[in-house]
């Protein structure tokens, strides 16, 4: 079993940690001739099933010194981290915050970690409701009646994320559909909570 990491949003952290989502879409990257893909043929960014996903969301990170990750020398970084969706402790109101884009964020300062249970390709507008519900999206219901179904949910986040990457809703690219569940062990780290990296 192998690691690979793996992007996130805010609103998608708190819903992996609200345990409502458990399913991710990624642009497949074609073959330049334009072949339809399949799973057998092609391998999967994200690894394989059983592999495990460590998450990479916006985060800060700050030592028991005030210094921050960028200017803690390498052989000694003892870390105070939170990750984006976390409160900063008041002892700390003081300092500007700087959040750290998330692909900067090393293995060590990563909270949560996945472990994925199914990989396939689908065309994106094949997402059902009930996917869309495990994407983290919900329905929207008014006097009993549906006035907005959680396919319509995800197509809104969908393009909120990728229409300026050139990858609309409307646009129907293929996409690996990544199931996934909590690794043993996965809980909610408290803002306090100390890391140690690995020495280098």
């Known amino acids: 079993m192998n690691e690979h990491p793996i992007l996130f949003s805010r609103k998608m952290v708190q819903a992996i940690l609200a345990g409502k989502k458990s399913q991710t879409r990624r642009i497949v ?31 800060q990170a ?24 976390n409160p900063v402790e008041p002892a700390y109101e003081a300092t500007p915050p700087r959040w750290i884009p998330s692909i900067h964020m090393p293995r060590m300062a990563s ?8 990989l396939r390709i689908e065309r994106l507008n094949n997402i059902s409701e009930s996917d869309a519900i495990a994407e983290g999206c919900q329905a929207w219901v008014e006097n009993g009646q549906v006035t907005d179904t959680a396919v319509s949910d995800y197509a809104h986040l969908w393009n909120e994320i990728n229409l300026e990457r050139g990858y609309s809703w409307e646009s129907n690219p293929f996409v690996w559909v990544v199931s996934f569940q909590p690794a043993r062990g996965l809980t909610k780290r408290e803002p306090d909570l100390k890391l140690r990296a690995e020495k280098i």
């Open 29 to 59: 990257k074609q073959d330049p001739q334009g072949k339809i893909p399949f799973t057998d043929e092609l391998p999967c960014p994200y690894g394989h099933t059983g592999d495990f996903l460590w998450v990479r969301e916006s985060w």
């Open 62 to 85: 700050q030592n028991t010194s005030g210094l921050w990750w960028h200017e803690v020398p390498r052989y000694d970084r003892p870390l105070w981290n939170w990750a984006f969706t």
């Open 111 to 118: 909270r949560i970690t996945l472990e994925i249970t199914e």
